[in-house]
């Protein structure tokens, strides 16, 4: 008896060593990194497919980092980036817009551009007729209630020369885009590299009207990365590392799609994975698009929505030009 307790004190002995070494090593190989929270907008989806590339290649370790990819906390990415909370966020152009035009402007910048032009835009099933903004008078529209939302849908449907008055706006949160066109919602504003791949891929029949193809005051940076003012200025040169690493992470999106959906399913193996590799396709062609490498913000670009933003007053105090963006960390 006093045998087998002694062995299995060694064994005890063996397993709390083995687990040690196995600590040690972990934390070895992260040691003199620099630690970074990288925090996304939403649930990862393949407008993060660059991040997790990064990681699982090991281009953030070759920089000298030890990043974590976390989601939001529920008031959102920029108030944690804001804070202090993470270094690194992801949020879009309109949605910064409220940051920057506070009293008490949150001290974050746009530092990198994830996708080079805006793939936002109003889909709705091709029987309905709504070919073009105007056709939306009559038909319904599921809006989120937001005055930058609704006064660009006023804007692109009067430009075409309808009515916006006429059109029927129903405050409606759309989870299942494809239950939603197929029930009594008649038109609803999506990101095609998700909702218009959902919608192809259920075989809907649909017209799709991009907003930079209504008006170039809507080809807008959504989403961008953004990253905590105090920390920019302070680590110019880790957030220069941070950037280059992400950049090859995309670069490496756009060359092989079909790698960097796996390695997006294999980060999280609970997304669909036929639509994370149609939806990997469609966006390869919009990480870089036409810009001279990615993440690159084009100056009047980013002005003309701010600028538009702030002649319909929907901000809270006048946006200034080139506030709220830099290249000045892509290598």
Not at 113 to 130: D, F, M, P, R, Y
Request: aromatic letters at 10%; hydrophobic letters at 35%; proline letters at 4%.
């Amino acid at each position: 008896m006093k045998k087998k307790i002694l062995a299995v004190g060694l064994l005890l002995c063996m397993v709390v060593s083995l687990c040690g070494c196995g600590k040690t090593a972990k934390d070895s190989s992260k040691k003199g990194l620099k630690k970074i929270t990288m925090v996304l907008d939403w649930t990862p989806n393949t407008n993060h497919t660059g991040l997790y590339i990064a990681q699982e290649k090991g281009y953030f370790k070759d920089a000298g980092l030890d990043v974590s990819i976390v989601q939001p906390p529920d008031d959102g990415a920029t108030d944690l980036v804001a804070s202090g909370g993470a270094q690194f966020g992801i949020d879009f152009q309109d949605t910064l817009a409220a940051a920057f035009s506070s009293d008490n402007p949150l001290p974050v910048t746009a530092v990198a551009a994830v996708l080079q032009h805006n793939t936002s835009g109003l889909i709705s099933l091709e029987k309905s007729g709504i070919d073009s903004p105007k056709k939306l008078e009559g038909h319904s529209y599921a809006t989120w209630d937001s005055p930058i939302e609704q006064k660009t849908l006023e804007y692109v449907v009067n430009k075409d020369g309808g009515d916006f008055k006429k059109v029927n706006l129903v405050s409606v949160y759309v989870e299942d885009i494809v239950a939603s066109l197929n029930a009594d919602i008649d038109c609803v504003w999506i990101y095609y590299g998700w909702d218009g791949i959902k919608c192809e891929q259920a075989g809907l029949d649909t017209n799709y009207l991009p907003f930079r193809e209504m008006d170039e005051t809507f080809d807008y940076y959504s989403p961008v990365i953004i990253g905590n003012n105090d920390y920019l200025s302070k680590n110019p040169d880790t957030a220069k590392a941070f950037l280059s690493a992400v950049k090859k992470g995309y670069e490496d999106a756009e060359k092989n799609p079909e790698e960097a959906a796996k390695i997006l399913c294999d980060a999280v193996p609970e997304l669909d994975e036929n639509l994370v590799q149609d939806s990997q396709k469609y966006l390869s062609e919009q990480y870089i698009a036409d810009a001279e490498q990615f993440g690159v913000i084009d100056a009047d670009r980013w002005n003309r929505f701010y600028n538009w933003l702030n002649g319909n007053k929907l901000v809270d105090n006048r946006i200034p030009e080139n506030t709220g963006f830099t290249n000045e960390y892509l290598q």
